[in-house]
């Protein structure tokens, strides 16, 4: 029996809900954590994550008597 391993964001280091196996190849694939919110796009080969893109986190920041504003 093979055995599983879960997919830890490589920003926050919390786990995701993506689990492989040592033989699991994932080719730009959307990896997205439930803790700090952001979407990933990553490769795995041989357990071996290689991160190509982070989505970038917007920031949208209330004030009193101010219009809301964005930043990103």
Do not use: A, S
């Not at 196996?21 to 694939?29: A, G, P, Q, S």
């Not at 795995?44 to 920041?61: G, R």
């Amino acid at each position: 029996m093979l055995k599983k391993y879960w997919i830890k964001c490589p920003i926050c280091n919390g786990k995701t809900r993506v689990q492989v196996f040592h033989n699991t190849v994932l080719k730009d694939f959307p990896l997205f954590c439930p803790k700090c919110k952001l979407t990933h796009i990553i490769d795995v080969e041989k357990l071996e994550i290689v991160i190509k893109n982070t989505e970038k986190q917007t920031f949208i920041i209330y004030k009193k008597g101010y219009k809301n504003e964005t930043f990103t």
